[in-house]
């Protein structure tokens, strides 16, 4: 099982990117994906989450507007597009998958983690 997230970086506030987790290695159809995120001194927090079998999606309030969570089940990965970004967004966002595809995306209650990849949102 491999989930690999993609796209971080250092970018200015107002700007964008796109996050890409592509999972690997179980059935990707079955399960539900969340992005999490953990900034310098705080506890990881759900960001976003999507159930790979009828697209139903979830996001935290601080993102609502600002970030758009879809996936790809023909190439088994989940994109997070990130607008109008924060200082305070800056985070190691991992994505995570949870069996099966009706769960919510729960801090706790995840079957498999990515590594992470750093955002840095700049003033």
């Known amino acids: 099982v491999q989930l690999l997230e993609s796209g971080g970086g250092l970018v200015q506030a107002g700007g964008s990117l796109r996050l890409s987790c592509a999972a690997s290695g179980f059935s990707f159809d079955d399960y539900a994906i969340g992005w999490f995120r953990q900034a310098p001194g705080k506890e990881r927090e759900g960001v976003s989450c999507i159930s790979s079998s009828d697209d139903i999606t979830y996001y935290a309030d601080s993102v609502k507007a600002r970030f758009t969570i879809s996936s790809d089940n023909a190439k088994t990965t989940v994109y997070l597009q990130m607008n109008s970004l924060k200082p305070e967004d800056t985070a190691v966002y991992y994505c995570?998958?949870?069996?099966?595809?009706?769960?919510?995306?729960?801090?706790?209650?995840?079957?498999?983690w990515g590594k992470g990849t750093l955002v840095t949102v700049s003033p």
């Open positions: 995570a998958a949870v069996y099966p595809a009706q769960r919510l995306c729960l801090l706790d209650g995840m079957d498999y």
